[in-house]
């Protein structure tokens, strides 16, 4: 089974953090005297770059997809003095760093949740 | 699946210490695929035992006819947990199967998976699963869901030594390790994810083995979707109730759990809720590519999972399947949180539903 919706949310970015940190992790595990698969970490790594350029496309989607949208949202909400191509690019930047912004306030959650857990 | 050849990796036909546990009620029709699968391994089980839980279709017969232990509890015990909790008494081997009775394993399963437990504290190990039969919208979404997961996710997990679950369909444990815990628990809907967690808190290790792949056979219809679904999202909510103190202090799978809850909950409203309303709002059907938006980045695993097994043309195809299936999978997943957690309705009863 799979937890969650796989690809909707902060779910892809984890992994996808996970994967790249992969060799890093692989040489601190090397340097205490631990066994390291390169192999496998090499391969997790060409397909997490294979999905960031995935993550690239996206990006670039939703800038095709933003500037039809800000037509009605310029015209709903009467925004005269933003030009549509900049609000293309916030909106696109907003939903790249929306998402590590929230798996980075996760992540910190389950580490303050464990540090209260552990002092009671 | 066509029937592959059985092909030892080390070349030669060995038995291994392993007794592979059937659990099975009213399997008749997918029971002999599952024992011929297992009866034509490069390594053979010492012993194969069909938990035959009081079927009423023959089941019993037709697995003892191709020359496997059956057993049969004195009542159905309610459970895929309690069946093969049953059997457990009987087996007498350093390792133990379980597998459901339809599934189906690759020839050299069993195999692989072996030395996953050179590891002496390792006591649990899965491989990877895909559908048998890839034909439906639910079957198609399911495929391209696995490859994805099983890719991607899963080898992440694994490097990081802590799979999310070892399979239900199909993993390979150390015997004293389940007995030590009680067997298969039957306290939640998802027996798999409740051991593996409960092994995890027991400072013991899970192992997740990429070629070894077993095939079940997934939900065709809504039907069996539907009950399926409705077990994993309250099982999933029912394990983090019970384990999610212990879990804290477990690396990697707090944040992966924690993560998934998030998506399972927040990322379902999203979809669900929040996308057609913008969409309403401003009455514009762009946003609505908010479901689909992330494809370049779901697709990339999919592919490297279909390239070797030669199944790009299908993965590609079943692809649009997948976007129908997550969206289901959103509702089950947010109905449960509702009913387990805001009105404390919890789902007790095991719906088969493959």
């Known amino acids: 089974m799979t937890a969650g919706v796989p ?49 690239w496309a996206t990006w670039w989607l939703l800038g095709l997809a933003i500037v039809p949208a800000a037509e009605t949202v310029e015209a709903a909400i009467h925004v005269r003095g933003i030009l549509r191509r900049e609000y293309a690019e916030f ?11 929230t798996l980075a306030a996760v992540l910190i959650g389950t580490q303050v949740a ?3 857990i552990k002092r009671r | 699946m066509a029937m592959e ?3 030892p990796i080390s070349g030669m036909t060995r038995t291994a210490p392993v ?40 089941t019993g017969d037709i697995a003892r006819s191709l020359g496997v232990t059956v057993i049969r509890p004195p009542a159905n015990t309610g459970s895929k947990a309690g069946a093969q909790t049953f059997a457990l008494a009987h087996v007498r081997t350093e390792f133990v199967i379980a597998i459901d009775a339809d599934t189906t394993l690759a020839p050299d399963a069993i195999e ?60 390979m444990y150390r015997t004293e390790a389940v007995c030590a815990v009680g067997g298969w628990p039957t306290r939640t809907l998802a027996e798999d994810m409740d051991l593996t967690w409960t092994l995890y808190q027991r400072g013991r290790a899970v192992r997740f083995v990429s070629g070894a792949v077993c095939y079940p056979i997934e939900p065709r219809n809504y039907g069996f979707l539907k009950k399926q679904l409705r077990r994993w ?96 999978n959103a509702v089950f997943f947010l109905k449960a949180v509702w009913a387990e957690l805001v009105r404390g309705r919890r789902l007790v009863t095991y719906e088969k539903g493959h």
């Not at chain 1, 909106?91 to 912004?101: E, K, P, S």
């Not at chain 2, 002496?120 to 399911?142: D, F, Q, T, Y």
């Open chain 1, 7 to 55: 690809g909707t949310g902060i779910g892809g970015l984890f992994y996808l953090m996970a994967a790249l940190l992969l060799p890093v992790r692989g040489l601190l595990l090397r340097m205490r005297g631990g066994r390291v698969s390169w192999r496998m970490v090499a391969k997790l790594l060409f397909l997490a770059i294979g999905v960031f350029l995935g993550i």
């Open chain 1, 91 to 101: 909106v696109r930047w907003a939903a790249i760093l929306a998402g590590f912004v």
């Open chain 1, 114 to 116: 464990r540090l209260v």
């Open chain 2, 5 to 7: 050849e059985s092909v």
């Open chain 2, 19 to 58: 007794t592979v546990i059937v659990p099975a009620f009213n399997e008749s029709a997918s029971v002999v695929d599952t024992i011929h699968s297992l009866q034509a391994q490069t390594v053979i089980p010492a012993e194969i035992i069909v938990v035959d839980d009081c079927s009423a279709d023959g």
């Open chain 2, 112 to 171: 692989r998976l072996l030395p996953a437990f050179d590891d002496a504290n390792v006591a649990a190990a899965c491989g990877s699963v895909l559908p048998r039969r890839i034909k439906s919208v639910w079957e198609r979404g399911r495929y391209v869901e696995y490859l994805f997961a099983f890719t991607f996710y899963k080898q992440v997990q694994d490097q990081y030594g802590a799979p999310l679950i070892s399979s239900g369909c199909f993993s």
């Open chain 2, 233 to 328: 999202s309250h099982g999933f909510v029912q394990n983090v109730r019970l384990h999610w103190r212990e879990l804290l202090e477990v690396p990697f799978l707090r944040s992966a759990v924690a993560v998934a809850c998030w998506d399972a909950v927040v990322a379902s409203v999203v979809y669900l809720v929040l996308l057609p309303v913008i969409a309403l709002v401003f009455w514009n059907p762009y946003f609505l590519l908010g479901y689909v938006i992330d494809v370049p980045a779901i697709v990339v695993p999919v592919i490297a999972g279909a390239l070797p097994r030669r199944e790009l043309g299908r993965a590609l195809v079943s692809v649009p399947s997948f976007f129908i299936l997550r969206t289901v």
